[in-house]
């Protein structure tokens, strides 16, 4: 029963980071896109853009940042 629960609490690490990333590069694609549209149709401040496009990717540092906080409280009792 102690490596169930060990084991769930190591899947849910792994659902932490899997999901952020896959967040993160939905978002980052759609910003993307949006930017892309939006530089055609300016003629100037295409750094505002660029900046915006990158900012979902703050998603995925933050659930691999979460990760290495929490690996080390994995434990039976609390997985």
Same mark, same amino acid.
Request: net charge positive; charged share 10%; aromatic share 6%.
């Given at each position: 029963?102690?490596?169930?629960?060990?084991?769930? =609490?190591?899947? =849910?690490?792994?659902?932490?980071?899997?999901?952020?990333?896959?967040?993160? #590069?939905?978002?980052?694609?759609? #910003? =993307?896109?949006? #930017?892309? &549209?939006?530089?055609?149709?300016?003629?100037?401040?295409? =750094?505002?853009?660029?900046?915006?496009?990158?900012?979902?990717?703050?998603? #995925?540092?933050?659930?691999?940042?979460?990760?290495?906080?929490? &690996?080390?409280?994995?434990?039976?009792? &609390?997985?």
């Amino acid at each position: 029963m102690e490596q169930v629960s060990l084991g769930l =609490g190591y899947i =849910g690490l792994f659902a932490m980071v899997s999901l952020s990333a896959s967040g993160s #590069a939905i978002g980052c694609a759609r #910003a =993307g896109m949006a #930017a892309d &549209r939006a530089i055609l149709e300016t003629e100037t401040g295409h =750094g505002r853009y660029l900046g915006v496009a990158a900012l979902p990717s703050t998603q #995925a540092i933050l659930g691999i940042v979460l990760t290495f906080i929490l &690996r080390n409280n994995i434990s039976a009792q &609390r997985g």
